[in-house]
């Protein structure tokens, strides 16, 4: 952008017409947000054009709003009502859980001097998931198109779709908007998250031709009280859960290969090898009209959940991956040596993994 010297005007009445402290500007030029159209190099003084006010105004907005730096940035680079709705649900979702939270310590004032809660009481306040993750390229692709999200609240694996660059950020986007929008409520939020994200990569592919098909698989789950994981999953990343040493599938993917096995035409071993296991009947991003499968797990603690790519499964039997895990002496280890069989069994695609375990 070409600027004449005459449109600029130093950063005192910059400050002024926009209603920001120089200070603040100055904070907001030195983590990038918003920097000064020209600096005098002999005085260092700073100068804005007129046309920065909306998007100095903009920022100082969204950090009022407690808007984090890096999302302050994605809005400005992708601007969309989109990415603000996201973040009114999640102010309103953070200050319904403080208000528990105060109500809960409100309760537990009045019951001081008589005697401690038991844990089950409290249970519904204390389930969390311990992680680990690894996602790695594989020996084959060119680009790691597999995200993946790992807190205490909530893990995901997301694969992906539509090639360089969509897929990869199809997958960054479903995750990123998922972390935002749960908060670890109920099944509904969960599900109400994954919707956030289908709606955000349309339009966003819709912006833009490059983009045109992208979409992504998303496998999500997070404890919802003391007892139960919400889980949802739309494609053909999975969810499976260890318990006492036994491996099981909770998720169902949505393949041509895997509707072939529901409708008895081929058995699972078969679709393992299938041409077609990998074409989708269900992603993210891809429609408006979007089906999600969510539900509830009962789980207590030492239950472990694994979410994962197909790049994990299509390379690692299940039987491999149960066995991979119980001679592995920690999560860390197991994540480790889960990668390694798939690009060791030839690691055709990204494998992504993340090992939760249920504590109390
Ligand atoms: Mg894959």
Not at 201 to 219: N, P, S, V, Y
Request: proline letters at 3%; hydrophobic letters at 45%.
């Amino acid at each position: 952008m070409l600027l004449r010297v005459d449109d600029l005007m130093p950063i005192g009445e910059f400050s002024q017409r926009s209603g920001l402290s120089a200070r603040r500007l100055r904070n907001y030029a030195a983590v990038g947000l918003l920097v000064p159209a020209a600096i005098d190099p002999a005085s260092g003084y700073r100068f804005y054009a007129a046309g920065q006010i909306q998007a100095a105004q903009l920022i100082d907005a969204l950090r009022n709003a407690g808007v984090p730096l890096t999302e302050v940035a994605a809005v400005l680079r992708q601007p969309s009502r989109e990415r603000l709705d996201v973040w009114v649900r999640h102010v309103q979702a953070d200050a319904d859980r403080r208000h528990e939270a105060l109500d809960l310590a409100r309760s537990l004032l009045a019951d001081v001097g008589s005697p401690a809660r038991t844990n089950t009481q409290l249970k519904g306040k204390t389930m969390h998931l311990m992680t680990s993750a690894r996602t790695d390229i594989g020996r084959v692709r060119e680009n790691n198109e597999d995200a993946l999200l790992c807190l205490h609240h909530v893990v995901a694996v997301a694969d992906g779709m539509g090639g360089h660059p969509g897929g990869q950020l199809a997958s960054s986007l479903a995750v990123a908007i998922l972390e935002a929008a749960f908060t670890g409520r109920s099944g509904d939020e969960l599900e109400a998250a994954m919707r956030a994200a289908n709606r955000a990569i349309f339009e966003r592919a819709k912006e833009d031709g490059q983009l045109e098909g992208m979409g992504t698989t998303l496998c999500a789950l997070g404890p919802i009280d003391g007892a139960q994981l919400a889980i949802a999953n739309v494609g053909d990343s999975r969810a499976y859960l260890v318990r006492d040493g036994v491996l099981t599938q909770l998720t169902e993917d949505h393949s041509v290969a895997a509707d072939l096995v529901r409708q008895g035409k081929l058995t699972r071993a078969q679709a393992a090898h299938h041409p077609q296991r990998g074409w989708l009947t269900r992603a993210v991003g891809v429609g408006q009209n979007f089906e999600v499968d969510t539900f509830l797990q009962p789980v207590h603690a030492g239950d472990r959940v694994v979410v994962c790519s197909d790049g994990l499964f299509n390379e690692v039997e299940e039987e491999q991956i149960m066995s991979v895990m119980s001679t592995a002496r920690d999560r860390d280890e197991a994540a480790d040596a889960l990668v390694r069989q798939a690009l060791a069994n030839g690691g055709h695609d990204n494998v992504t993994i993340v090992i939760a375990d249920v504590g109390a």
